[in-house]
């Protein structure tokens, strides 16, 4: 089965410094996602995506992180200056279409650690 | 807004034993009720799902039925193997984007 791609699988950077989160979705799927689990609490959504433009935010996505679809294949979740709250597993999905029932592709995740 | 609450972990059990995983939620409408399953170093993927009242979700021997007179949506199998050990995860997508919201997941551990 196609599998959704996340790079790196361990992201240590120092408070302040700013991160890029990678994923590569499935090829033919049109929506795209990022999703947060900070350890212990709810997996959370951040963001959508769809025909290159934010489709849906949470209000936890503010000014400092931002989404990219640089080209056809990657998509990143760039977070301008860490914080300590910022520690989270990150996961990245991307689906074929947006509905009822729509099932979600899951990457395995990249865990940031903000020291 | 619409949320989902999952019994805390781990859940700890022999092989062969009855799980149970409770699940509720609070959403507007009729939402799609989701079990998802981690398994060790892998990303989430879809288990079962159910789209309206009374239907039942099915996959790997794993059950689930919408109760919407309960906001319930518990998952259950008759005998666990070692291998179903993971976390698992209740989710509900609603509303005009069908975005789904997750609960914090329960792991859930089956020793020999």
């Known amino acids: 089965e196609p599998e959704v791609t996340q790079t790196p699988s361990h992201q240590v950077t120092q408070m302040g410094q700013e991160v890029i989160l990678r994923c590569v979705p499935i090829s033919n799927h049109l929506y795209f996602y990022w999703y947060r689990q900070i350890l212990g609490q709810k997996v959370e959504f951040l963001v959508s995506f769809y025909n290159n433009e934010i489709s849906e935010k949470s209000e936890i996505f503010d000014d400092q992180f931002s989404v990219e679809r640089p080209d056809g294949s990657n998509f990143t979740l760039k977070i301008r200056s860490t914080k300590l709250e910022d520690s989270a597993m990150y996961f990245c999905?991307?689906?074929?279409?947006?509905?009822?029932?729509?099932?979600?592709?899951f990457g395995s995740g990249t865990q940031l650690s903000v020291l | 807004g619409d949320s989902v609450t999952q019994m805390e972990g781990p859940v700890t059990l022999s092989e062969e034993a009855f799980l149970t995983i409770n699940c509720t939620y609070t959403a507007t409408g009729y939402p799609s009720l989701f079990w998802y399953v981690q398994y060790p170093g892998e990303g989430l993927q879809l288990l079962l799902k159910a789209t309206k009242a009374d239907d039942k979700g099915s996959n790997k021997g794993f059950e689930a039925t919408y109760r919407k007179e309960t906001t319930s949506f518990h998952l259950e199998k008759g005998s666990v193997q070692v291998s179903d050990s993971a976390v698992y995860f209740c989710?509900?997508?609603?509303?005009?984007?069908?975005?789904?919201?997750f609960g914090r997941g329960t792991s859930l551990i089956v020793h020999p």
């Open positions: 989710a509900l997508a609603s509303g005009g984007s069908y975005i789904p919201t």
């Open positions: 999905a991307s689906t074929p279409g947006q509905g009822r029932g729509e099932k979600l592709f």
